[in-house]
């Protein structure tokens, strides 16, 4: 009676999870950088390695700015080098989570497992059929996001001080793609407490979590959120985690629905955890995750204070919402199959189906809308590539076509990128 999804059903879900993935990679995929990776290159070719370690906005990026240099200086720029860095990034934060969810899930019912595992890899997967992680702009983000569930699943499973200074090194290498990182600090701190009772492990990464976001904005101009509106800031926070249906609309309802009850439901869980009960690494582990995306929101929320509104950047922080969701589906899977194991097969297939039919769908609905904008920029590439000084084209890689034209004539003189 509990067998179901057969094995067959789920691997055939993961298997069009994959070949959609695959497909639309190479599909949206383009031979020319575009948007800040521009800045970082131009930066890397006038100014040498010691650009790696400048400020960038409100980030600090050495490893994905090494990762483009190394491109640049060994292979002339070919980009898919790093384009799979990212992948494999991506790919890192889809097995941990799968993993906790087994974990979690046999905590339950053994036939859980299989199903739930497939949905939650499926659903990262189709988190990850968007532009910046199939090229190198924004490659910061699945970098860093790997390097902090990495520290949480450390910490989570084992304490002691070689456990507490493997994660400390992940969390700086995670500060390293971005000032994202720098929301894995607290949380390693409640880990620590929460999980171990480790109160050294714990004071350390509170010291941590103050010191280090104080040494990463030093040098840094930090602008102020004086554009934000508060009272929009739940809005801002549903359509954030409402990817893919933003990209299509950031006031279609479905988004500020399914953004809203993942953001709520997350919250009441991690509120709920923190003082009831014990939790076991599986269970830690995601919600620590939870609680680092969550963070990150709210950072982005201030930093882009003039912007709220997330219909253009919901690209550039589609995986966050992505693995918000997928640890959303690990952490209620369970509790879903408790409430069907017993129900008559057919009512178990199609909650199942029902399931899978919507990580489907929303994955060809965040491939096709990417799609159209990946069309518009890989057009204008080959465009650049073949010669043209179009302000249209020109635009199309970055906003401000001067700077673009620039960055075309230093690539064609170094033979670099589409002119090697």
Sequence with gaps: MNNFPSPVIWKALVLT????????????????????????????????????????????????????????????????????VALSAAFVLAVLIGRATIAAAKQFDAAAVTPGCALVVSLLLRGY???????PTNIQFPIGLAFSALALATLASRSGSLAAALALALALAATGCGAGGLAVLPVLAWLAWRVHGDVAT???????????????????????????????LPLFLAEYFGVPWTRLSATLPLAWVQ??????????????????????????????LAATVLAVALMTSVGRASAVDLHTQGSRYGIYAATAQAVFLALLWPWIWARVRHWREGWRALTFIAVAGLLITEQVVSGVAVHHRTVEIADAARNLCGG??????LAQIYPLPDRALNFIHEIESRKLYCFR
């Excluded at 400048?54 to 384009?83: Q, T, Y």
């Excluded at 997350?266 to 076991?280: A, N, Q, S």
């Excluded at 043209?388 to 084209?393: E, M, Y």
């Design 202 to 232: 714990t004071l350390m990464f509170g010291a941590a979590t103050v010191i280090i976001p104080v040494l990463y904005i030093r040098g840094m101009s930090v602008a102020s959120p004086t554009d934000l509106t508060w009272s929009r």
């Design 129 to 135: 059929t968007i532009p910046d992680y199939v090229t």
């Design 17 to 84: 999870q994959v070949l959609l993935f695959v497909g639309e990679t190479f599909w949206c995929f383009f031979p020319i950088p575009y948007w800040d990776t521009i800045d970082w290159i131009l930066s890397y070719l006038r100014n040498g390695a010691g650009a790696v370690f400048a400020p960038h906005n409100e980030h600090r990026l050495p490893i994905p700015r090494l990762l483009i240099g190394l491109d640049i200086d060994l292979l002339g720029g070919l980009l898919w080098p790093v384009s799979a």
């Design 259 to 288: 953004g809203g009850v993942v953001v709520a439901t997350l919250t009441i869980l991690i509120l709920f955890k923190i003082v009831r009960g014990p939790l076991t690494p599986s269970t830690a582990f995601l919600l620590g």
């Design 388 to 393: 043209s000084v179009a302000p249209s084209d």
